[in-house]
């Protein structure tokens, strides 16, 4: 799989917009796994809407990793999920957190349907049925078509990043911190 250029990896990043938002974050004992419907126009079409589905999980850390082992795992991603991670260490982004406990994120049991619709109707109907679903792991998101992986890793990290002052205070009342 040929490497994602700059350029593209931030478009991709630029047009990840989250439709629906899950009500719980990411536990702090435990594992995590959001269902995802991740919507997107497939360049060389019109009025065409594609429609991933799946599991996106935030696994738990185990241990505190030595230095030398210290780097995120992705787990049904691909090579897309190692050099999304990759790329923001190059510009700084701040992963002490993700690195230092070994996270991992996980993708599973992805469907994928090619509707020949307009996404602004597909849009409207995926989104009320999520928010009619009751399911509080539910996420529904919008992005790139190619580049649908780095999506799905941005609304984990921002996930993540929502979910630190709760994990934080839940550390804080165990005594652990």
């Known amino acids: 799989m040929a490497s994602i250029p700059d350029e593209e990896m931030e478009y991709a990043l630029e047009n990840t917009r989250v439709l629906y938002e899950p009500a719980r974050r990411i536990d702090t004992f435990g594992d995590t796994r959001f269902d995802f ?28 990793r030595p230095e ?3 780097d995120l795992e992705v787990e049904g991603f691909g090579a897309h999920g190692r050099q999304f991670f990759d790329w923001l260490k ?22 994928e349907v090619l509707l020949h619709e307009n996404i602004a109707d597909v849009r409207g109907r995926v ?51």
């Open 37 to 64: 419907i991740l919507l997107s126009e497939p360049m060389d079409s019109v009025g065409v809407c594609r429609v991933r589905s799946g599991h996106v999980e935030a696994q738990r850390p185990k241990i505190i």
């Open 68 to 70: 030398a082992y210290r």
């Open 90 to 111: 190059t510009r700084g982004a701040r992963l002490q957190m993700l690195l230092q406990y070994g996270f991992r994120f996980s993708r599973s049991d992805v469907h």
């Open 127 to 177: 989104v009320d049925e999520a928010l009619h679903s009751g399911n509080a792991l539910c996420v529904v998101l919008e992005g790139v078509d190619d580049d649908w992986e780095i999506c799905l890793l941005k609304f984990t990290l921002e996930m993540v990043q929502k979910s630190h002052e709760i994990n934080i205070f839940d550390f804080r009342r165990k005594g652990l911190l």
